[in-house]
């Protein structure tokens, strides 16, 4: 298990915010192996279907170097124009082929660590062209298994090619006696060892590719500490978050406590549950919740009611359900209508009766 400079285990996943950190300073999962037997096989493929515009191009070049070029008085500005005018196939054949592996280079760039452009690893740093650190890179263990790895990618590819040779081999043994059809045979040959050594190239450039995104998930492990700070640095501090938690609530309940002088009537549970309700029936469709509370709550709701003279009415399961289903500052739902009404009535009677 990694450790940090402090001892720490490593035992987290990098947060998207430390993948983001490393990305932006250039630090992602790249395989070169990838990129380059992918841009290989492409070559190859261009090579096929671009091979008889080349080897057209090459001849018309030929010809006019050994004909008509030898005697062609060339003259500065008439040179580039006969240039382009006698190797055109071949000046075209050339840019297809550049302008397609530049394009492929790109976008398998892009692919592999998607398109966020940096200048941060062009920033100079010490650590660079300090001796001692070149020295541990070079000479570390990842230096080392980097090393034995592309000892090991070599001798494969090399296993590869001498065993396509030595199959193929017995074949070339007859020597053709036309010049044309050899040519063709060993480029053909030629061709197909470098299409083979591409495919294996390609093989390992994925199981590479694969290592790559291990190592780099690896390198930027965290600590739970770090994690902790991570997370802290970005939300805030738990702690003061609660505290700011505690003042809103703290605050909403002073702004509901000032309401319960204008209630109509208190219902109760009678200890536990305290619901503030009142029903202006000018400008309210239905009682509206002032304030509730448990316990705590509860208890000052009735105390501010018992010094405004506010009747209160205790109903254990009509004043559960209101604490529980309706917010402060909203109606009561319908289902509740004809309980209240009783007791609202009552209350209004009562009034009537002291009056």
């Known amino acids: 298990m990694a450790e940090n400079e402090n001892g ?118 010490l650590n660079r062209i300090n001796p001692m650190t070149g020295f541990g890179r070079l000479f570390g263990m990842r230096g080392l298994m980097r090393f034995v790895l592309n000892v090991a990618k070599l001798a494969l590819l090399i296993a590869i090619a001498y065993l396509v040779i030595s199959w193929r081999l017995p074949r070339e043994i007859p020597i053709q006696t036309e010049l044309a059809a050899r040519l063709a045979d060993d480029t053909a040959a030629m061709w197909r060892l470098g299409v083979i050594l591409a495919a294996a190239l390609l093989v390992i450039g994925v199981a590479d590719l694969l290592y790559q995104r291990w190592q780099h998930t690896r390198d930027l492990m965290m600590t739970k500490q770090e994690v902790r700070d991570e997370f802290k640095q970005s939300d805030g501090n738990p702690e003061v978050k609660g505290k700011i938690r505690q003042l809103q609530r703290q605050m909403a309940q002073r702004r509901m406590m000032q309401e319960v002088p204008k209630a109509d009537v208190i219902i109760t549970n009678p200890t536990h549950v305290a619901v503030a309700l009142k029903y202006d029936q000018a400008n309210m469709a239905a009682p509206v919740v002032l304030a509730k509370g448990y316990d705590e709550v509860a208890q000052k709701i009735k105390a501010i009611a018992a010094e405004h003279n506010i009747p209160m009415v205790e109903n254990v399961p009509l004043a559960r359900a209101l604490a529980r289903e309706v917010q402060v500052g909203r109606a009561i739902t319908a289902k509740w209508f004809k309980p209240v009404a009783e007791i609202l009535a009552a209350v209004y009677r009562l009034r009537r009766g002291a009056a």
Not at 35 to 42: D, F, K, P
Not at 56 to 79: F, H, I, K, V
């Open 8 to 125: 720490a285990e490593k035992t987290e996943q990098p947060t998207p915010k430390k993948l983001e950190k490393a990305r932006e300073d250039g630090q992602v999962a790249y395989s070169h192996e990838a990129n380059t037997a992918v841009e290989l096989l492409l070559g190859f493929v261009l090579l096929l279907l671009l091979g008889p515009m080349i080897w057209g191009g090459c001849a018309d070049a030929l010809r006019w170097a050994l004909g008509s070029g030898l005697t062609s008085d060339l003259q500065p500005d008439t040179l580039v124009r006969t240039v382009v005018i006698t190797h055109s196939r071949l000046l075209i054949a050339t840019g297809i082929f550049i302008a397609a592996m530049a394009v492929v280079a790109l976008l398998l760039g892009v692919t592999q660590v998607g398109f966020s452009p940096t200048l941060t690893p062009l920033a100079p740093k």
